[in-house]
T-cell receptor, first 109, second 111 residues
Framework: GQQVMQIPQYQHVQEGEDFTTYCNSSTTLSNIQWYKQRPGGHPVFLIQLVKSGEVKKQKRLTFQFGEAKKNSSLHITATQTTDVGTYFCAGPGPYALNFGKGTSLLVTP | KAGVTQTPRYLIKTRGQQVTLSCSPISGHRSVSWYQQTPGQGLQFLFEYFSETQRNKGNFPGRFSGRQFSNSRSEMNVSTLELGDSALYLC??????????FGPGTRLTVL
């Protein structure tokens, strides 16, 4: 069945450094979604990408959807301590959203 | 609009007991999904209810069940609890498509 893989599993950066997490699907996706979960919190929807090659920005966050619609990335420029958390990508499967296992970001001041 | 609410927030049970968790979706949302989140397995889909009918089901044993009421509120039940059922149980509601709006979760500890 469809699987969504994310790398890296963990990332530790100094505040001000950039961060990127990558998401790969075993099948072509109609869309991909990104969620953020703060420590002790619950996943919060960030964005949905639908078009091949689509790029969307939210302040310091840049989301890309690959040309083949099988991969995606989230890039954070100049990380801040408020960026700490786990970032999940999710793609629609045959009966539900399939979530990647997430990338946990730790930002050291 | 008020967000998704879940009760209780924390629960401690012993092996063999059963537990019922409750979820109230965002007003107007008819789809409610349940997920189990553990450090090792990540977010795993349990089931989805839409208009009081189970529409989709994940790969969990029959000890996990749920239902949805006419006001879209949903309950999840786990019978004969096992140690491995300790997890954060998240409910999410959706109005259309797949975008999930999650509640704060119920942290279940099985002793």
């Amino acid at each position: 069945g469809q699987q969504v893989m994310q790398i890296p599993q963990y990332q530790h950066v100094q505040e001000g450094e950039d961060f990127t997490t990558y998401c790969n699907s075993s099948t072509t996706l109609s869309n991909i979604q990104w969620y953020k979960q703060r420590p002790g919190g619950h996943p919060v929807f960030l964005i949905q990408l639908v078009k091949s090659g689509e790029v969307k920005k939210q302040k310091r966050l840049t989301f890309q959807f690959g040309e083949a619609k099988k991969n995606s990335s989230l890039h954070i420029t100049a990380t801040q301590t408020t960026d700490v958390g786990t970032y999940f990508c999710a793609g629609p499967g045959p009966y539900a959203l399939n979530f990647g296992k997430g990338t946990s970001l730790l930002v050291t001041p | 609009k008020a967000g998704v609410t879940q009760t209780p927030r924390y629960l401690i049970k012993t092996r063999g007991q059963q537990v019922t968790l409750s979820c109230s979706p965002i007003s107007g949302h008819r789809s409610v999904s349940w997920y189990q989140q553990t450090p090792g397995q990540g977010l795993q889909f349990l089931f989805e209810y839409f208009s009081e009918t189970q529409r989709n089901k994940g790969n969990f044993p029959g000890r996990f069940s749920g239902r949805q009421f006419s006001n879209s509120r949903s309950e999840m039940n786990v019978s004969t609890l096992e140690l491995g059922d300790s997890a954060l149980y998240l409910c999410a509601s959706s109005s259309e498509g797949y975008t999930q709006y999650f509640g704060p979760g119920t942290r279940l500890t099985v002793l």
